[in-house]
Structures are given as C-alpha cells and as structure tokens.
C-alpha cells in the first residue's frame, strides 16, 4: 500500500504566484512526523520544512509553510511568491517508526516548474 | 562546516562489477543512512548505520552491503552489479539524539551500469 502519495508528477506556476504542492500519507503510528525536501537538478536533496504529529500549529519556514491536516492525513507544502530558483523537484517524506529505529518513507514527488 | 560529502560525483560500470560508494556525514552526526533513487521516482532507503553497526535495512537484496567507520564515515558496496542498479546514490547523516532525526544529504553518486 502507497504511504505516501503525491498526485501531482509536474506543475507549471506563473513566478511570483503562490503554490500548493499535494502530500498525502498512511501510517498506523501515532508519532510520526512529515518533511518536505527539495531536489534541485543537481541531485542534492534539501532539507525545507518538518511538522510533527502532535505540533498543534502548522510549520513556517520563511517563504514555505505546510498546511497539515491530521484527520484528512494531508501535508500540504505551500510556497508564497514563488520565485524562478524555486523550479526544482519536491518531495514530500514522511518518518515512520519501524523495527527498532525510524525510516524515512518517501512520495513519488512533484516537478515545479516556475514560468517568468 | 563542511556538510555530507560523497565521493565519487559519477561512476559508470559494466555489469557483474562491484562498485564502492563513500560518504562523510556532516560534522557532529553519528547515524549515516543510504538511499537509491532511480530516475523519475523518489528515494528508497537502503540502510542505516550507527555505532559502526546496521541498525535498520530496506528491501535491498545481499548485493547490497554497508559498513561505519569509527570516524562515523561510511561505505555502500554493491556486488555483481545489475542494469537495474543504476541510479543516483544518496547519502544521508542525522544526529541520533537530534530534536526530530533530520537527516541531511550530500550530492548523491550517479551509478551508470552498462
């Protein structure tokens, strides 16, 4: 079964639009957690936003802000104003405790394209 | 503060081969995790050390093996290489006592199998 799905393979945005990018997720574990990663051309996967499962509020970093909504088991990643250098892939992860130790599940992700 | 590095950037091999992979994780972090991304799809995690021991496995068959060094570097070995083992190779590390395990990457190793 799909842990987590991101139903969007590619987006195009107009620059300086905001944007939501899809995550939803499964997991029977009551103390989970969910981060979102960017993935530029170059490869490097990096690090944007985390957000617990007991956080009551939803994350923020700077420009990128996750709108989570436990009951719907969606987390949402949503980028204001997005800009051109924000053109890269996205993925959304989700920390699962598993065995003994925590696993990092991950979507498929989601291509944004930025249009100037 | 230098963070994960991985050596090399890109590799091509024939099949049947063995490949070794490297990874130096970012400065105060003792837990290396490895993931292998195919293209168009996103990572999937390998395994994961700490202690110099295997702490957790994905669904990788044996071909796959790992190892820690007391320096909290990290080694991925691949033997008799497939078609299907081309891919980018990542290398995560995380602080084990860390707030919420963030883990952080390096570049990743593209693996070409010809």
């Known amino acids: 079964a799909q842990k987590i799905t991101q139903t969007q393979p590619g987006m195009f945005v107009q620059e300086k639009e905001a944007v939501t990018l899809d995550c939803t997720y499964d997991?029977?574990?009551?103390?989970?957690?969910l981060f979102w990663y960017k993935q530029p051309s170059s490869g490097e996967m990096i690090f944007l936003i985390y957000?617990?499962?007991?956080d009551q509020q939803n994350a923020t970093e700077g420009r990128y802000s996750l709108n989570f909504q436990k009951a719907r088991k969606s987390a949402n990643l949503v980028i204001s104003a997005s800009q051109l250098g924000d053109s890269a892939m996205y993925f959304c992860?989700?920390?699962?405790?598993?065995?003994?130790?925590?696993?990092?599940?991950w979507g498929a992700g989601t291509k944004l394209i930025i249009k100037p | 503060d230098a963070g994960v590095t991985q050596s090399p950037t890109h590799l091509i091999k024939t099949r049947g081969q063995q490949v070794t992979l490297r990874c130096s994780p970012k400065?105060?972090?003792?837990?290396v995790s490895w993931y292998q991304q195919a293209l168009g799809q996103g990572p999937q995690f390998i395994f994961q050390?700490?202690?110099?021991?295997?702490?957790q496995r994905g669904n990788f068959p044996d071909r796959f093996s790992g190892h820690q060094f007391p320096n909290y570097s990290s080694e991925l070995n691949v033997n008799a290489l497939l078609l299907g083992d081309s891919a980018l190779y990542l290398c995560?590390?995380?602080?084990?006592?860390?707030?919420?395990?963030?883990?952080?990457f390096g570049p990743g190793t593209r693996l070409t199998v010809l």
């Open positions: 995560a590390s995380s602080w084990t006592s860390g707030s919420y395990n963030e883990q952080f």
């Open positions: 400065s105060g972090h003792d837990t």
């Open positions: 050390y700490y202690e110099e021991e295997e702490r």
């Open positions: 997991t029977s574990d009551p103390s989970y957690g």
């Open positions: 957000q617990g499962s007991y």
């Open positions: 992860a989700m920390r699962e405790y598993r065995g003994s130790n925590y696993q990092l599940i």
